[in-house]
């Protein structure tokens, strides 16, 4: 099993599906899972029962996700914010950290309102303080971290790729 970790708009989701592709493995959304259970977005809910209550069903899918016996999950970039999250990702998955400065976040995720963190008068300012926050739990749960900067997707998954071959997890 494989894990993207990382803020939001660092890339899990698409990186995610296609080293799914690449590695012929499933592709788990980790956040998809969780609107499925919740029937409805993550976002109403977060709107309607508050984070704490989100970040219940989330540890319970990423429980459910880690069982799977192969595969890829894109998970939600507050997935770290549990230690029993960082724990059950790091002890039945390779963890990979796709790492992007707030800056480059900002300018991919500007124009975006389907993230309920980042809707707020100043976005740029709430992805520079979610990376200081998170960056050491992406560290602490990461077997691998990978700076995404600029690079193509597909360059993305070929250095995924090359890092979990040379450490024999391929």
Do not use: W
């Not at 899918?61 to 998970?75: F, K, N, W, Y």
Request: charged fraction near 25%; glycine fraction near 8%.
């Amino acid at each position: 099993m494989i894990s993207l970790v990382g803020l939001p708009g660092s890339g899990k989701s698409t990186v995610g599906r296609q080293l799914a592709r690449r590695l012929q493995l499933p592709f788990f959304d980790a956040d998809q899972a969780i609107e499925q259970r919740l029937g409805c977005s993550i976002r109403a809910y977060f709107e309607r029962d508050g984070e704490e209550s989100f970040r219940d069903v989330e540890e319970s899918v990423l429980a459910d996700l880690t069982e799977q016996p192969s595969g890829v999950i894109s998970t939600g970039g507050g997935a770290v914010l549990r230690a029993a999250n960082r724990r059950r990702l790091r002890e039945r998955s390779q963890v990979v950290y796709l790492n992007s400065s707030p800056d480059e976040l900002f300018r991919r995720l500007r124009h975006d309102v389907n993230r309920p963190l980042l809707q707020v008068a100043d976005p740029r300012g709430r992805l520079r303080d979610l990376h200081a926050l998170r960056d050491p739990l992406y560290r602490e749960t990461a077997h691998f971290i990978v700076d995404t900067g600029r690079p193509s997707v597909a360059t993305l998954v070929n250095m995924i790729v090359m890092q979990l071959e040379l450490a024999g997890t391929l």
